[in-house]
């Protein structure tokens, strides 16, 4: 492929990962790696003409099994940004509804020769099941409660940008850690990077041994932020408190919103971040979302040029196999 | 003349407390001696082999009639038979339910002519709904040896008293799947850091724990006995212990699997590896195994549970529950033996002697007169596991690709030998 201006120096990845699916599998030099290669591709984001030809010709299937909107937009501007041919599957016209396994979808879909697969799934571990039967790059785009390894690497992208470095700072995710992908996939990667990490949640909505991943473990809000240069908000499915892990949204609010007072008890120049959509009023006050803490939109922002360098880096990487 | 001898094997016979080099003689399908230098119409040579009694089964799936993809009573005898085992007692979760006399007498005729004894364990409730009773009089007149509703809990803890207080004149034990659905909900494995780590949801102990505690009370309300299936966790252990020490009539098994395996083992959402209960934690495996050889668990049981690989190749969520141990049973567990955690001939108990007096079959013992059902295993043969070479219709196999040291090889029922140098001799 012919390289252009445009595009940002190639770098040969310094690790041998064939698929993405958790940041478990991560080094922090290779996450380091990931989120400088992120903010060459950042920068092309705020020109004018916002496409680069580095993956011309390439295809990418992007396969969601699940309902999502911010996550399968990001993935398709990316892949576009990347003058890549983007597909999309989705659960909906697919025939997984007819009770095709995910094998044959997984052999179908390496039938039609693409060249990078973007995944997201309702069950954990149908990343790695994919990952397991095709050839092709496969990118994890949440599986389950399982993984999220993209949103966990834009999270990381904008706390750097806000606070200028990652190791040693105090992060509190807060909210239903239990079902949360994004809390598991950022937890691992901040314990690489060096990042104290807490979590806060009533105990109904925390898993079994979470303090195996090197957090500490916080039921109150106010002793959860006490001291923290970031908080990660973590939005509260409504459905959750017909399942009885908690009484009431009223009640969870009254407990778990977070609010500009809170933010008294916190470290100077505390950033609020949260992985969307927003229940506002239910985990964060409504004055706060649009308030100078947030960095909500940067993380929407990240996320494009995150998952271009994912994209890229990927297929650069298995490109250079064949 | 005996019609068959078996020589100079190594003869462990737990029930009669004989562990002695020497030739057993067989006629008209039972035990007609044993002793050295006897002659046979036919004799087998065991020199280096352990000559024991039929292994007994209490605990398998064998999916017929309904579901003969999966399994049914012929692949699943022949199975039981390359197993070692000349006794299996299938739970009634086939389609229909065996939740009637007619369905229950079926399956024994049809299992007549297999090359194993099968015996029908009877629902407890009508179509293991959990709303009514099933014909249990009707089941045990057909040849039924015990109720369950295998494969879920009671819930109904005034129907579970109605039903040990029906069964008490039958004489049958009523074993449990001790499971509260609440507390199990949509869990998939067992819970703690394996699952959390995994994104997967968990089962926590305690959803075993309460319906065993629930029915050892039940038992000592009614005086029916009672058999807890797959003892897993650690809770239920000392649960059972205590109602042993108190006289209770309260039994347990424990599959394989949860002797030798946890939950920190599992390849990542490997669906051969799924099944109800789960593999527990390292403390609760330790639990199993210290019960088993201190004598609280009396038998060790398969759990045989075959699937098809379309209905296993699927998430870890919507996989099946259930592993398929017949075959693989014996070489599993001998590797407790060799860890010096039970002694050969204590072992040799929870597979024979052991589960015969739970459900009161005859056999599991030597003795001049028994049922001529033996089993002759070489304990050194090391061999591979491979799934496509098993008798079981199906493959769903945690112990795939491992390698297994104890195998049986010849399997005589009834004095018939069924299957010889580990070839069932009905099959192929």
């Known amino acids: ?322 | 003349m005996p019609d068959l001898v078996l020589k100079n094997g190594r003869v462990i016979d737990p029930a009669h407390a004989i562990d002695a080099t020497t030739d057993i003689a067989i006629r008209h399908g039972r035990i007609a001696a044993l002793g050295d230098g006897l002659d046979g119409a036919e004799s087998i040579d065991c020199t280096g082999l352990v000559v024991c009694p039929g292994l007994i089964d209490l605990h398998v799936h064998l999916r017929d009639p309904g579901q003969e993809w999966k399994e049914d009573l012929l692949s699943g005898g022949r199975a039981a038979a390359a197993g070692g085992f000349t006794t299996v007692c299938c739970m009634p979760n086939t389609l229909p339910t065996n939740d009637t006399g007619a369905i229950t007498r079926d399956m024994v005729e049809r299992a007549a002519d297999g090359p194993v004894r099968i015996l029908p364990v009877g629902a407890i409730t009508r179509g293991l709904a959990g709303e009514a009773l099933a014909e249990i009089g009707e089941m045990v007149t057909a040849g039924a040896v015990a109720i369950s509703d295998d494969g879920c809990g009671v819930q109904d803890s005034h129907l579970m008293r109605r039903a040990m207080e029906y069964a008490k004149p039958f004489e049958i034990p009523v074993v449990i799947h001790p499971q509260d659905d609440h507390l199990f909900g949509h869990g998939v494995m067992n819970e703690g850091w394996r699952a959390t780590e995994l994104g997967l949801a968990g089962i926590p102990s305690a959803a075993e724990d309460v319906q065993i505690d629930r029915d050892i009370r039940l038992s000592a309300l009614t005086g029916t006995p009672l058999h807890v299936a797959h003892l897993s966790t650690t809770g239920g252990v000392e649960l059972v212990r205590r109602a042993q020490g108190a006289g209770l009539l309260v039994s347990a098994e424990v599959t394989p699997h949860h002797l030798l395996l946890t939950d920190t083992d599992m390849p990542a959402y490997d669906p051969d590896w799924k099944m109800s209960p789960p593999l527990r934690s390292a403390a609760d495996r330790e639990a199993v195994v210290a019960a088993l050889a201190d004598g609280t668990i009396q038998a060790i049981a398969t759990d045989h549970a075959p699937h098809a690989p379309e209905e296993k190749e699927r998430p870890f969520d919507d996989a099946p529950f259930g592993v398929i141990g017949l075959e693989t049973c014996l070489g599993v567990v001998l590797a407790l033996v060799r860890e010096g955690r039970i002694s050969l001939a204590d072992l040799i108990h929870r597979l024979t002697a052991g589960p015969a007096r739970l459900f009161g079959l005859d056999g599991g013992h030597l003795g001049v007169g028994a049922r001529a059902d033996l089993c002759c295993f070489d304990p050194e043969a090391r061999w591979r596991v491979e799934p496509e070479r098993f008798y079981s219709k199906s493959r769903n196999c945690p112990w795939a690709g491992r390698e297994l040291t104890g195998r049986p090889l010849h399997t005589i029922t009834g004095g018939r030998v069924v299957c010889r140098d580990g070839a069932v001799t009905d099959a192929r």
């Open chain 1, 1 to 322: 492929m012919a390289e252009t201006i445009d595009t940002p120096a190639p770098k040969a990845l310094p690790f041998a990962h064939t698929d993405l699916l958790d940041t478990a599998e991560l080094t922090a030099k290779e996450i380091r790696f990931l989120l400088d290669q992120a903010e060459s591709f950042h920068e092309i984001n705020e020109r004018q003409v916002k496409k680069v030809p580095t993956l011309r010709g390439a295809t990418i299937m992007d396969c969601f099994f699940e309902p999502s909107t911010r996550t399968r937009s990001s993935f398709e501007l990316a892949g576009k940004r990347l003058s890549a041919d983007v597909i999309n599957f989705s659960a909906a016209a697919s025939s997984l509804k007819k009770g095709e396994s995910l094998r044959d979808t997984a052999r179908t879909l390496a039938a039609m020769g693409t060249d990078l697969i973007v995944v997201r799934h309702p069950a954990s571990g149908a990343a790695a099941y994919l990952a397991h039967e095709l050839e092709v790059p496969v990118i994890n785009a949440g599986d389950g409660c399982h993984a999220h390894p993209t949103q966990a690497l834009l999270d990381l992208f904008t706390l750097r940008r806000a606070l200028g470095r990652l190791s040693g700072l105090k992060v509190a995710i807060v909210g239903d850690i239990t079902h949360s992908r994004v809390a598991r996939s950022n937890l691992l990667a901040m314990r690489t990077l060096g990042v104290e990490t807490r979590v806060c949640a009533p105990p109904t909505l925390l898993p079994a041994a979470v303090e195996r991943y090197g957090c500490r473990v916080f039921y109150r809000m106010a002793d959860a932020i006490e001291g923290v240069d970031a908080i990660m908000m973590l939005r509260i499915q409504r459905e959750r408190q017909g399942g009885g892990a908690f009484p009431s949204l009223r009640e969870y609010a009254h407990n778990y919103c977070l609010t500009r007072s809170h933010l008294a008890l916190a470290a100077p120049g505390c950033v609020v971040l949260h992985p969307g959509p927003i229940n506002r009023g239910v985990e964060l006050a409504h004055d706060l979302a649009d308030g100078p803490e947030s960095r909500i939109l940067d993380q929407v922002t990240a996320g494009v040029a995150v998952r271009m360098a994912v994209l890229y880096l990927f297929w650069q990487q298995h490109g250079s196999r064949q």
